[in-house]
């Protein structure tokens, strides 16, 4: 990630008939048939925008995913649009300060990306044919948290000791690169309790 770009934590939700978000976590198994919503909402090209702005999506956990959106003159200091309660229509993506011409300006793109994403996915055909077969599926994603890579001294350079992380969890990997952290991959970790902590303590060692 770029010190230019911003990202967002994200679920994969549902949103009902009367236009709230029913469910801000549309299926807890979603790993078992979700993965490729994933593909469909990556190098998205934000329709409205002359091909300047583009999203990413990386699956993280379960329903998790992360959003980033790169492009010119963006802004984390606005709002998502998710509820944070189940059954109340999705947030509207604003500013948090409506003189910040930047803010304001991101603050409707994300809007727009919301909306792009809920057609996507509303029309991809895993979707369709759950919703035949009576099966939970998501129709839209939950964007919280908008922020952008900060600028920060590394580890090493404040302590002059080298250091390392094992973090299958996307948002520890994050803390840990944005430290100049160096992130080992452990075949078997999950971040749950079915992690493999022996696994751990041998890539530890080694």
């Given at each position: 990630?770029?010190?230019?770009e911003i990202?967002?934590?994200?679920?994969?939700?549902?949103?009902?008939?009367?236009?709230?978000?029913?469910?801000?976590?549309?299926?807890?198994?979603?790993?078992?048939?979700?993965?490729?919503?994933?593909?469909?909402?990556?190098d998205?090209?934000?329709?409205?925008y002359?091909?300047?702005?583009?999203?990413?999506?990386?699956h993280?956990?379960?329903?998790?995913?992360g959003?980033?959106?790169?492009?010119?003159?963006?802004?984390?200091c606005?709002?998502?649009?998710?509820?944070?309660?189940?059954?109340?229509?999705?947030?509207?993506?604003?500013a948090?300060?409506?003189?910040?011409k930047?803010?304001?300006?991101?603050?409707?793109?994300?809007?727009?990306?919301?909306?792009?994403?809920?057609?996507?996915?509303?029309?991809?055909?895993i979707?369709?044919?759950?919703?035949?077969?009576?099966?939970?599926?998501?129709?839209?994603?939950?964007?919280?948290?908008?922020?952008?890579?900060?600028?920060?001294?590394?580890f090493?350079?404040?302590?002059?000791?080298k250091?390392?992380?094992?973090?299958?969890?996307?948002?520890?990997r994050?803390?840990?690169?944005?430290?100049?952290?160096?992130?080992?991959d452990?075949k078997?970790t999950?971040g749950?309790?079915?992690?493999?902590?022996?696994?751990k303590?041998?890539?530890?060692v080694?």
């Open positions: 990630m770029t010190f230019d990202a967002f934590k994200c679920n994969f939700a549902f949103i009902d008939q009367d236009g709230k978000v029913a469910k801000r976590r549309c299926d807890r198994n979603f790993v078992e048939w979700g993965i490729p919503l994933c593909d469909a909402l990556n998205v090209v934000i329709p409205g002359d091909g300047k702005y583009v999203m990413k999506c990386q993280a956990t379960e329903h998790r995913c959003i980033k959106i790169s492009g010119p003159n963006l802004s984390s606005i709002t998502g649009n998710d509820p944070l309660k189940d059954n109340l229509p999705p947030v509207k993506c604003v948090e300060d409506m003189s910040d930047d803010a304001v300006f991101s603050g409707k793109l994300v809007q727009d990306a919301s909306d792009e994403i809920r057609r996507i996915l509303s029309e991809h055909p979707n369709i044919k759950r919703k035949e077969e009576g099966k939970s599926y998501s129709n839209f994603v939950t964007l919280r948290g908008a922020s952008k890579r900060i600028s920060s001294q590394s090493i350079e404040k302590h002059d000791l250091a390392f992380m094992i973090a299958p969890t996307a948002i520890i994050g803390i840990g690169i944005t430290f100049g952290i160096d992130i080992i452990v078997g999950t749950y309790y079915d992690s493999d902590l022996n696994g303590a041998d890539a530890t080694e």
